[in-house]
Nanobody, 122 residues
C-alpha cells in the first residue's frame, strides 16, 4: 500500500522551471513504477512521464520530451519531475501515481496523489 502527496507547484513565467516532488509512504515504494499525469481544465487527464520500479527506464509524452525529467530516490521514497522551458500549455494539475510496472494508461495506476497546480503565464 502506497500513499502519495505532491508538492512544488506554483506560478511561473513561460520559459521558467519548476521541480515537483511526490513523497510516498509505505514500505513497498521501491516495487512500483512511478508516474506523472496532468489534467488541464476541460481536458482529459494525460500521461506526462514514467520511471520503472528499478529506475532503469523512463518514458515521456512527446509534448514534454526534452524539457521534463523524471527521477526517483527510493531511499527518500520520493519521485521528482523537473520541468524546464515551461510553456503556457503546460498549465495543469499535476498528479503522481504508482503502478505495478509502468504504463501510459491512467487506469493502470494503483495509487494516486491529489495533485499540485502548475500555472505557466505568458
Amino acid at each position: 500500500q502506497v500513499q502519495l502527496e505532491e508538492s512544488g507547484g506554483g506560478l511561473v513565467q513561460a520559459g521558467g522551471s519548476l521541480r515537483l516532488s511526490c513523497a510516498a509512504s509505505g514500505r513497498t515504494f521501491s516495487f512500483y513504477g512511478m508516474h506523472w499525469f496532468r489534467q488541464a481544465p476541460g481536458k482529459e487527464r494525460e500521461f506526462v512521464a514514467a520511471i520503472r520500479w528499478n529506475g532503469g527506464s523512463t518514458d515521456y509524452a512527446d509534448s514534454v520530451k526534452g524539457r521534463f525529467t523524471i527521477s526517483r530516490d527510493d531511499a527518500k521514497k520520493t519521485v521528482y519531475l523537473q520541468m524546464n522551458m515551461l510553456k503556457p500549455e503546460d498549465t495543469a494539475i499535476y498528479s503522481c501515481a504508482a503502478a505495478y510496472g509502468s504504463s501510459r494508461r491512467d487506469y493502470d495506476m494503483a495509487y494516486w496523489g491529489t495533485g499540485t497546480l502548475v500555472t505557466v503565464s505568458s
